[in-house]
DNA sequence: GAAAAAGTGTAATAATTGTTACAGAGATAA
DNA sequence: TTATCTCTGTAACAATTATTACACTTTTTC
């Protein structure tokens, strides 16, 4: 997640514009600190209650929660600039919901709520980027969620592959080709199945007559029969 | 989700804050309209584009989309009142994701999204309201994330356990009694599993020393063999 | 181009879960 | 109390997936 500029200097994303640091990013009058945390020092404990915005400046930490980018549960390390547990800062139960320790020297900027809401009122402008961040963050969990829900292998498959026929595809004879945007190992690890698992449904639709494969070409050669293999 | 007053009137509940009815609801100067559907009318369909919030207020509609209360992919119903989509106002790609339909004579009420923003600018109060029903309906879909992605049936029940444990225990001799919040068919659903899947996992894990049931009463036997059955 | 790394196809076996069915326990209502 | 309904325990069998292993292909790197 670390994105550098012309100089190789890492800029800073907030919440989706960027910025060349952190400094610049933050409007005058807002306050907010810093802190520097050593090697295996812990930044939060689980159930520590959240009263703001943290974001990794610098640095990476292992954590298992759920990350920003919808890892799942396992432990997890993530690298600066990141926001660590930005959807609890205004939940209901506002704690961190696992541990967070620093894997290195590390850098983290603190801002209170009430410091973020005065920022969303004198900056309309960050208040929608904020909204639209939480917005695209909720439906990346849902898709997961339906991902997660569909029972067998071969209905995920079903069910990604009609996705992508439906956001783009292309006529070839009777019949649709529709590209995969995930090599067999990623797709296994987006499903939660194993490689092999996923080969061998891959293989057995094609050998039933609902697809063909060639690399990350796949040919529709049944919608009907896809449409029933949703489950 | 229908919450009556004392004289049987629904109430209107406007991000957790409940009101007599929407009217007292919406600020002064903010624009909304309303329109009614007949039954089996086509409120939404897949691809839409959202411009804005639509709450159900009367009646109930059929739909296939991840529901406000987190419910998963298959059709389901949906009563008034409930906001429709309201995750979805302000993603980056903001259409439906599925097909509504009136299940009976039902009434829409839709706030365009420059009058929601407008709104929340007027009311700094409904603005945290607001991002607090998202914050919640995040870690909502967090929390069913982890428990689908642990794999297998006793995981997700040593996870569970010990996530009961976590909050309130009663010591009794020299183990640890948890009360489950929920009953076995309850459960089965939660986890996305069989009920006669669950029951025999309960029993393996209560004939391996485990846990000892009784009712809705857990006795935690081995709190070191719980941990390793997380996975 | 050669070597290394990553990705793919496949198979045998084990482990897990679903399906279906039935009996009994417990709660609820008439 | 009796009838009814819901919840629970259990079993045999089917279906699905994981595990492990290996050969092969493609891509990347030097």
Redesign the pocket.
Known sequence: MQTKNNQGIPKFNFFGELYENYQSAIPEGIEYSTKEYNKNEVIARQGDSCKGLYILIEGSVKTEMIAENGGLLHIETIYAVTPLASAFIFATINCFPVDVTALEKSKILFMAREQILKMFQMNHELLMRYLRYNADKTKFLSDKIQMLSV????AKLAHYILGLHMSAQQKEGDSFIVFMDK???ELAAYFG?????L?????EMSRDGLIS?NKKAVRIRSLKGLMEARG
Chains 1, 2 share one sequence.
């Open positions: 029972k067998t292998i071969k090599n067999q190992t199945v194993t490689r092999p698992s080969a061998r449904a891959l293989s494969i």
